[in-house]
């Protein structure tokens, strides 16, 4: 006999069924938003409604797709406020303020294109083995031994990878140069290490005018990247290639922005220990980094970036206390985390 289960309360059925429900709608069925999404990409279906709106017949003819499946699509995102339907007019779509961030034109075009790129997509696949063992092999999927091996093979999505990452930047740069909490003036020589094109390094320079030299490093890969409209340009910037595990150019000021959760704890010790040779007398290094506060709760955001990181590169958004435990492995002391800098900050210098 099936165990007597007491019948569910109003309570529970008005307020944890819905809880739940919203659960499998926003977690249980992410593959297929993923993939929806990746065929709006695709298709330019928010550049065309940009135009206007959009009768489901004119719709469908511009991106060559059924009536009936085009408009399941577009109701699909109705219901997730990327597009309105004129409810007075079933079959009419138009644009949002939401979509008009996804069209060509759209400061989040190249994050929604990456982030559901077919390649992209394909990397998560053995997530599930990556939990099971505690490590991914998600970049063998996709024919590399390593994330960044990546770029060589496939120069759209490391297009993409730089288009991202100057979409965070740009979201950080007026907290950093606004912050309060720090001060760049006092520096001769400015080092954005991992700097990608440039920008981060480009804005101090402009906000800082007493910085005399800024040199953005990266890899070879990303520097002399085929789009070159990416990179900055300014009078006190120099762009200089190479690798942060071989050595850095000499500074007594460093600043890493989501650099050192890209890689696992062992690989960071290494990197700031070759920065540490490069550092001149009292040199600081300012992280922009996540630092994940249990006492305050859990972002969406920074749990998502966490799950990031260990699929794609193996790697960690961490703790104070894990930063600080990182910092004393590499002979480096935690001065000071910068509150009002919402990407997180944290000033450290060698022992």
């Not at 981060?200 to 101090?204: A, K």
């Given at each position: 006999m099936e165990p007597n289960t007491p019948p569910l309360t109003p309570k529970e059925i008005t307020t944890d069924w819905d809880k739940a429900m919203n659960l499998i709608m926003t977690c249980v069925s992410g593959h297929i938003h993923s993939r929806m999404f990746n065929i709006v990409m695709k298709l330019n279906i928010c550049d065309i409604l940009e135009e206007g709106p959009k009768t489901i017949k004119q719709v469908a003819h511009a991106i060559g797709m059924d009536e009936n499946s085009c408009f399941r699509l577009l109701r699909y995102f109705v219901a997730h406020e990327l597009f309105k339907e004129d409810r007075s007019n079933i079959g009419t779509f138009e644009k949002t303020t939401i979509s008009t961030m996804f069209s060509s034109k759209g400061k989040l075009r190249p994050m929604g294109e990456r982030y559901t790129h077919d390649l992209h997509y394909k990397m998560f696949e053995s997530l599930p083995e990556t939990f099971a063992t505690g490590h991914s092999n998600a970049t063998k999927a996709v024919g590399v031994d390593h994330f960044w091996q990546?770029?060589?093979?496939?120069?759209?999505y490391k297009d993409l990878f730089n288009q991202t990452m100057k979409v965070y930047t740009e979201a950080a740069i007026?907290?950093?140069?606004?912050?309060?909490?720090?001060?760049?003036?006092?520096?001769?020589t400015v080092v954005d290490i991992g700097g990608n094109h440039g920008l981060?390094?480009?804005?101090?320079l402009e906000n800082y005018p007493s910085i005399k030299k800024g040199i953005n490093f990266d890899l070879d890969v990303v520097i002399n990247s085929s789009d070159q409209t990416l990179k900055y340009t300014h009078p006190k910037l120099t762009h200089v290639s190479g690798d942060f595990f071989q050595s850095v150019p000499e500074s007594d000021c460093y600043t890493m922005k989501f650099i050192l959760h890209d890689w696992p704890t062992q690989d960071c010790v290494k990197i700031l220990k070759t920065i540490s040779k490069s550092m001149k007398p009292n040199a600081k290094i300012h992280l922009f980094e996540i630092i994940i506060d249990?006492?305050?709760?859990?972002?969406?955001?920074?749990?998502?970036?966490?799950?990031?990181?260990?699929?794609?590169v193996n790697a960690k958004e961490r703790t104070l206390d894990e930063w600080k435990e990182l910092f004393e492995m590499a002979d480096f002391k935690l001065e000071r985390v910068v509150e009002d800098i919402k990407t997180g900050c944290m000033v450290i210098s060698k022992k």
């Open positions: 990546l770029f060589d093979l496939h120069p759209q007026s907290n950093i140069t606004q912050s309060k909490g720090i001060d760049f003036s006092q520096y001769e981060l390094i480009g804005n101090l249990p006492s305050r709760g859990y972002s969406k955001y920074e749990t998502y970036i966490d799950i990031l990181m260990f699929q794609m």
